[in-house]
């Protein structure tokens, strides 16, 4: 029996790894590095993880590692976060399409000047459409429980692509939380080893990573995006088996108290338990408010999203990214886009808050829902609002 | 644009874009993107090989006189050939049309 116990979520994550049994692991052990990787290189120091730890000297080092790992056939998984994922970025592009499971968990942080090393979600956003499976967990149980989930479906061999489980920087990564760290016989039913359905092997050479002249490139990469889509019924499945098996039960979009709400709050990562005490002390007010969870970002999970909101009239979305210059922030961006012209559509308005590790607190919530209420009514000249930033 | 045997379309491409056929670069044929072709001259030319050495695209090939010739389906004009020459034995001519 699975025994739950106070432990930082870095380390849990470090156990579950473990527990998938990895091959390889390949990362750049400093800043802006966890205890994720640091856990690991014990794990295997000291005998108790038979895998192969590569210290690299970069992120694009490490990212590449993987690749080349992965190709091989190995069970390959890193770590990182912030500047450490955009030193990465090169090589993100690079695993999609050539189809590599690698599984990678970024600690999501603000993306220097001024140096910071506390939580938004700005250092992922701008690597949205690198095509990687893309989950983000509420709490320590979640991340080590998609972390599981992310090596089954990525190895699926209908899927073979590489997945990213984001978890909070700092208000995930480095807290103590109760969890459940699953036992090894469970995870062994659960994730069937790694078997690619092509790997480098000098006995049967094959290429891959050729050049993509015109005449191909476009294809390829339409297949990737399709491969990604179709990706979601995999992950839809996995999570059904992982209830079974686990008793956790996990979907693409978390409602909660939607039922006859006139706002509902769209949330991403750890602040989402926050927006749930909001909604609870708005709920008790006699307000209409609920919230959705996104936890399934890539591919987005367009027919569940929009059961989801079913006929709510008013959406206040939470983005903690600013897109420096455009014309509002990647989710609401893309969630506008899902309803454009749609009749009886939600009106959208997007809420920037929480860069930078700035709390994000039920009173902020509360600020967002009674905005989104007024400019219901009386349609803002701005496309998206700063919550919780000083003007002066 | 170069010709490739192998037009494919996205639900046919291979898993992950790879070769699964070792030396199939031979059915890209690089030719077409030429603008002057190497033209050698027999009188000059002292059987060295270092146009075929040089050549970047391996397109010189012997024959059985010793000599080099050059294969105009992947010859893509960059001139090296005629610059290493020793004996200035290959002149760059334009492509005409
Ligand atoms: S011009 Fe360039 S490609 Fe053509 S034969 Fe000479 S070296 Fe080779
Ligand atoms: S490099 Fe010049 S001299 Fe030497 S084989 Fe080629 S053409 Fe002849």
């Known amino acids: 029996m699975a025994k739950r116990i106070g432990i930082e979520v870095s380390i849990a994550l470090a156990e579950a790894v473990k527990l998938c049994n990895v091959d390889v692991i390949a990362a750049y052990p400093i800043t802006p590095q966890t205890h994720i990787v640091e856990h690991l290189s014990e794990l295997v120091a000291d005998g108790s993880l038979d895998a192969e ?36 970025s090169e090589i993100l592009y690079i695993a999609s399409p050539m189809r590599l499971p690698i599984v990678m968990v970024v600690a999501n942080r603000a993306m220097s000047a001024p140096i910071s090393i506390w939580n938004d979600h700005q250092d992922i956003m701008v690597q949205k459409d690198v095509g ?147 909604v609870d002390v708005m709920r008790d007010k006699g307000q209409k408010v609920g919230l959705l969870k996104i936890r399934l970002w890539r591919p987005f999970p367009i027919q569940e999203f929009r059961k989801a909101v079913g006929k709510t009239p008013i959406l206040a979305v939470v983005d903690r990214h600013l897109s420096l210059g455009g014309v509002c922030s990647p989710v609401a961006s893309e969630l506008k886009t899902l309803y454009y012209k749609v009749p009886s559509a939600p009106k959208i308005f997007d809420f920037i808050t929480g860069l930078g590790g700035r709390d994000v607190t039920v009173e902020h919530f509360e600020e967002i829902v009674d905005k989104a209420k007024s400019f219901a009514k009386r349609r803002p000249k701005d496309y998206y609002h700063y919550i919780g930033g000083r003007e002066k | 644009m170069a010709r490739v045997d192998a037009i494919v379309g996205w639900k046919t491409i291979t898993f992950g874009c790879h ?50 010739e050059v294969n105009l389906e992947y010859c893509k004009g960059c001139g090296i050939c005629a610059n290493e020459c020793p004996k200035d034995a290959i002149t760059m001519v334009p492509e005409e049309g």
């Open chain 1, 53 to 88: 730890f590569v210290p690299v000297e970069s992120e694009h080092s490490a990212m590449s590692c993987c690749c080349g790992s992965s190709a091989a056939g190995a069970r390959t998984f890193t770590a990182t976060s912030a500047q450490g994922l955009s030193l990465m």
């Open chain 1, 132 to 278: 990687w499976i893309q989950t983000f967990a509420e709490n320590g149980q979640e991340a080590v429980d998609l972390l599981i989930h992310a090596f089954r479906v990525a190895e699926d061999r209908k899927v073979s692509l590489p997945a990213i489980v984001n978890i909070d920087g700092f208000t995930l990564s480095h807290v103590i939380e109760p969890i459940e760290i699953p036992d090894q016989e469970d995870v062994d039913k659960f994730l069937p080893p790694f078997k690619p359905k092509y790997r480098l092997d000098p006995r049967k050479p094959i290429t891959m990573g050729p050049v993509g002249i015109p005449e191909i490139y476009f294809e390829s990469k339409i297949a990737t995006n399709e491969a990604l889509k179709a990706s979601k019924k995999v992950i839809l499945k996995a999570w059904k088996e992982f209830e079974e098996i686990f008793g956790r039960k996990y979907e693409p979009i978390d409602a909660y108290r939607t039922e006859d709400a006139e706002v509902l709050l769209v949330t991403m990562g750890s602040i989402s338990e926050t927006a749930m005490t909001a």
């Open chain 2, 19 to 68: 070769i699964f056929e070792p030396g199939n670069s031979v059915k890209f044929r690089t030719g077409d993107w030429r603008s002057q072709r190497p033209v050698l001259d027999k009188e000059k030319c002292i059987k060295c090989g270092m146009c075929w050495i040089y050549c970047p695209d391996m397109a010189y090939n012997q024959t059985e006189d010793g000599y080099f």
